[in-house]
């Protein structure tokens, strides 16, 4: 695999027009691991609790221990809410969820 399909860009629903290169691999496994514990509809958990829910299911090879997975799960939630494929409620604190 080259250094290009090692990285994935991102982008951010808070700063629209910049995009970041980040590890695929670590991008992936938090996405992989964060779609499945966020409800389907409103208002959606914490993203505290979100946190609390994934981090049993993350890679101990990626995130020994669960490092850096605030960083990563933080990367995510604002790529995923940019693509639509999350959102967040109108409540505080954010609460997230997945869109239909």
Not at 10 to 22: A, D, G, L, N
Not at 55 to 71: N, V
Request: proline fraction near 7%; include cysteine; charged fraction near 30%.
């Amino acid at each position: 695999m080259s250094d290009a399909d090692d990285r994935i860009e991102i982008e951010s629903i808070t700063s629209p027009h910049h995009r970041q290169r980040v590890d695929r691999a670590k991008y992936m496994a938090m996405r992989d691991a964060l779609l499945p514990v966020l409800p389907e509809a409103p208002p959606g958990i914490t993203v505290a609790e979100a946190k609390a829910a994934l981090l049993d299911h993350l890679s101990q090879d990626l995130f020994p221990g669960g490092e850096k997975a605030g960083w990563w799960l933080k990367a995510v939630q604002l790529d995923l809410e940019a693509k639509g494929i999350i959102a967040r409620g109108n409540a505080r604190p954010v609460r997230l969820y997945r869109c239909l």
